[in-house]
């Protein structure tokens, strides 16, 4: 199975601050790799696919890079919103596993 | 908009058996795969099984084969999950999903399923 790892597991941030979560996979996953955002209660929200990919919808200052093992998630300056926790997700091969998650609290 | 709406959590007791149910609307279910996937509480997301859009193809993840079957009524617009021999460690609320590319794209509000005596 190939195991992703998520960094940091909790962020303290302000408004305004920008911040960056990596996310490494075991293996090799190209660009096979979604990001979700989820808040207290509520299900997952889709933000990035194939890497780099913005969904329609989601506000510009969220960005996404890399391939193969290593990949980032950033927000450029950090919203009230944006308080929530982060999931990486490879689907390169059964079973699709995700990273353990980035919880962003305000600091 | 896409609606996904899961029913049929509940308690439970170790080694008993539960059925979850996933109601579609604003898409036809026939033309998608679909997963569910579960999050125990305070912790991450866990895929737990997808199945193709004929019902044909099913993969699970280790900890359920055997235990777990995923399927689906495309006429229902309906996703099935039958959990048997349930353990203290299937707790979690189970989320439906619609996939598209390979990943989920759209998510149900979630069932809580707690297994306990």
Same mark, same amino acid.
């Given at each position: 199975?190939?195991?992703?790892?998520?960094? #940091? $597991?909790?962020? +303290? !941030? =302000?408004?305004?601050?920008?911040?960056?979560?990596?996310?490494?996979? *075991?293996?090799?996953?190209?660009?096979?790799?979604?990001?979700?955002?989820?808040?207290?209660?509520?299900?997952?929200?889709?933000?990035?696919?194939?890497?780099?990919?913005?969904?329609?919808?989601? #506000? $510009?200052?969220? +960005? !996404? =890079?890399?391939?193969?093992?290593?990949?980032?998630?950033?927000?450029? *300056?950090?919203?009230?919103?944006?308080?929530?926790?982060?999931?990486?997700?490879?689907?390169?091969?059964?079973?699709?596993?995700?990273?353990?998650?980035?919880?962003?609290?305000?600091? | 908009?896409?609606?996904?709406?899961?029913?049929?959590?509940?308690?439970?007791?170790?080694?008993?058996?539960?059925?979850?149910?996933?109601?579609?609307?604003?898409?036809?279910?026939?033309?998608?795969?679909?997963?569910?996937?579960?999050?125990?509480?305070?912790?991450?997301?866990?895929?737990?099984?997808?199945?193709?859009?004929?019902?044909?193809?099913?993969?699970?993840?280790?900890?359920?084969?055997?235990?777990?079957?995923?399927?689906?009524?495309?006429?229902?617009?309906?996703?099935?999950?039958?959990?048997?021999?349930?353990?203290?460690?299937?707790?979690?609320?189970?989320?439906?999903?619609?996939?598209?590319?390979?990943?989920?794209?759209?998510?149900?509000?979630?069932?809580?399923?707690?297994?306990?005596?």
């Amino acid at each position: 199975d190939i195991q992703m790892t998520q960094s #940091p $597991s909790t962020l +303290s !941030a =302000s408004v305004g601050d920008r911040v960056t979560i990596t996310c490494r996979a *075991s293996q090799n996953i190209n660009n096979y790799l979604v990001w979700y955002q989820q808040k207290p209660g509520k299900a997952p929200k889709l933000l990035i696919s194939q890497a780099s990919s913005l969904q329609s919808g989601v #506000p $510009s200052r969220f +960005s !996404a =890079s890399g391939s193969g093992t290593e990949f980032t998630l950033s927000i450029s *300056s950090l919203q009230p919103d944006d308080f929530a926790t982060y999931h990486c997700q490879q689907h390169k091969s059964y079973p699709r596993t995700f990273g353990q998650g980035t919880k962003v609290e305000i600091k | 908009e896409v609606q996904l709406v899961e029913s049929g959590g509940g308690l439970v007791q170790p080694g008993g058996s539960l059925r979850l149910s996933c109601a579609v609307s604003e898409f036809s279910l026939r033309n998608y795969w679909m997963s569910w996937v579960r999050q125990a509480p305070g912790k991450g997301l866990e895929w737990v099984a997808s199945i193709r859009q004929d019902g044909n193809e099913k993969y699970y993840v280790d900890s359920v084969k055997g235990r777990f079957t995923i399927s689906r009524d495309n006429a229902k617009n309906s996703l099935y999950l039958q959990m048997d021999s349930l353990r203290a460690e299937d707790t979690a609320v189970y989320f439906c999903a619609r996939d598209g590319g390979g990943y989920e794209t759209h998510w149900g509000q979630g069932t809580l399923v707690t297994v306990s005596s």
